[in-house]
């Protein structure tokens, strides 16, 4: 049973552009999440999403943050005209129901 | 106050040692504990979670929940330098979604 991916591992932008980032939820799970770590800091919740549907995007900032997932595909997180302070690692992780969540390898963006 | 607190550690054992791992929050409407670690460049991996008062044991890792005093420990017996890494302290807050709100960590080393 193959874990939450994510791709790319490392992606290299420079300001200005865009990243998307993208999660494919463990198989039979249909609960997302986005978490993002910056650099030595906590891991800080983004977004919750199931099929179709943002559920709580509370921890998403107001600006240039968007996130989908959508009927068919991966989950995605795009992040348009990246700044410096955009440089972290970011955490997908995938649930069956409402409890435990499964933590994807993670996308190290970096913003030159 | 930060929601959930732990020590940055390091925190420093030998080899065999029982390391004791602590996490305390603020919110009394936390139902669900979860633990998981970190390796340097990895993403979390979870080792447990608990939601009743009381021991929860499985392998190597025991975790113990005190909802009275809002603590939430793990103690990991026979440390081994493998479990060299960070440990990630996390809560689901009651009625806040199903968001994740994680600790800083603490880093734990295991010295042969």
């Known amino acids: 049973n193959a874990g939450v991916m994510q791709n790319p591992r490392h992606l290299v932008r420079r300001r200005g552009q865009e990243a998307r980032l993208r999660c494919s939820p463990m198989?039979?799970?249909?609960?997302v999440y986005w978490y993002r770590q910056l650099p030595e800091e906590g891991l800080k919740f983004m977004v919750y999403?199931?099929?179709?549907?943002?559920?709580?995007e509370s921890g998403m900032p107001k600006e240039r943050f968007s996130a989908e997932f959508p009927k068919e595909g991966p989950s995605i997180l795009r992040i348009q005209q990246v700044v410096r302070g955009d440089s972290a690692a970011y955490f997908c992780?995938?649930?069956?129901?409402?409890?435990?969540?499964?933590f994807g390898p993670g996308t190290r963006l970096l913003v030159l | 106050q930060k929601e959930v607190e732990q020590n940055s550690g390091p925190l420093s054992v030998p080899e065999g040692a029982i390391a004791s791992l602590n996490c305390t929050y603020s919110d009394r409407g936390s139902q669900s504990f979860f633990w998981y670690r970190q390796y340097s460049g990895k993403s979390p991996e979870l080792i447990m979670f608990?939601?009743?008062?009381g021991d929860k044991e499985d392998g190597r890792f025991t975790a113990q929940l005190n909802k009275a005093s809002q603590y939430v420990s793990l103690l990991i017996r026979d440390s081994q330098p493998s479990d060299s890494a960070t440990y990630l302290c996390a809560v689901k807050i009651d009625n806040a979604g199903n968001m994740l709100t994680f600790g800083g960590g603490t880093r734990l080393m295991v010295k042969p």
């Open positions: 608990i939601y009743s008062n």
């Open positions: 999403l199931q099929k179709e549907n943002i559920i709580d």
């Open positions: 992780a995938s649930s069956p129901t409402t409890e435990t969540q499964y």
């Open positions: 198989k039979g799970h249909s609960h």
